[in-house]
Antibody, heavy 131, light 107 residues
Framework: QVQLQESGPGLVKPSQTLSLTCSVS??????????WSWIRQPAGKGLEWIGR???????NYNPSLGSRLTISLDTSKNQLSLRLSSVTAADTAVYYC???????????????????????WGQGTVVTVSS | DIQMTQSPSSLSASVGDRVTITCQAS??????LNWYQQEAGKAPRLLIS???NLETGVPSRFSGSGSGTDFTFTISSLQPEDIATYYC?????????FGGGTKVGIE
């Protein structure tokens, strides 16, 4: 049974960088046709997909977050990480680490990539941006 | 980006009632739609993938249908444990996007 556990500072100052880690247990982060995503949810609001990574290092980021975002994998530790720079109060949210089960291919730039459903979620970690 | 519009944003129904939620995509996404349930204070749970495929362990009173731009999620007989917010999500093309959610309550 794969389980995900997010960790990181619960409080980040404005303009600083938010850094979170997700530890994966019960399975290898580099096996299977899975992407690994980060999704966030401001208090009382809906879900926003942040970005995702595949074990070959392929990433997709939400354009709304632009160049502030970096998602990476550490296969030796079976972890994925999120770094979001220049944070503001608008980045205050519960951040979820999520496994994406592949259901189909899509084409982009002549290459084919997997995409699908978020089938396993971490419990989420609250991040507040405040001075 | 593909926009997902859910309606209603909230509803109340009696135990045993049939509940229907709709989700509309801003463009044709074929059947590439998932539904999630989020209970208060918990992470979302995947209920339905490919518009109508029920995940293992999900009660059969939940169902989904539709293709193209219009989709429906149904609870055939509302139970007290179904109190939650439900989200649709498209996976036709990145960025993966969610509907705004429908909060389901008991009258």
């Amino acid at each position: 049974q794969v389980q995900l556990q997010e960790s990181g500072p619960g409080l980040v100052k404005p303009s600083q960088t938010l850094s979170l880690t997700c530890s994966v247990s019960g399975g290898s982060i580099s096996s299977g046709s899975f992407y690994w995503s980060w999704i966030r949810q401001p208090a009382g609001k809906g879900l926003e997909w942040i970005g995702r990574i595949y074990n070959a290092g392929t990433t997709n980021y939400n354009p709304s977050l632009g160049s502030r975002l970096t998602i990476s994998l550490d296969t030796s530790k079976n972890q994925l990480s999120l770094r979001l720079s220049s944070v503001t109060a608008a980045d205050t949210a519960v951040y979820y680490c999520v496994r994406e089960r592949s259901l189909k291919y899509y084409e982009s730039g002549g290459n084919y990539y997997l995409i699908g459903a978020f089938d396993i979620w971490g419990q989420g970690t609250v991040v507040t941006v405040s001075s | 980006d593909i926009q997902m519009t859910q309606s209603p944003s909230s509803l109340s129904a009696s135990v045993g009632d049939r509940v229907t939620i709709t989700c509309q995509a801003s463009q044709d996404i074929s059947i590439y739609l998932n539904w999630y349930q989020q209970e208060a204070g918990k992470a979302p749970r995947l209920l339905i993938s490919d518009a109508s495929n029920l995940e293992t362990g999900v009660p059969s009173r939940f169902s989904g249908s539709g293709s193209g731009t219009d989709f429906t999620f149904t609870i055939s007989s509302l139970q007290p444990e179904d109190i939650a917010t439900y989200y649709c999500q498209q996976y036709d093309y990145p960025p993966l996007t969610f509907g705004g959610g429908t909060k389901v309550g008991i009258e």
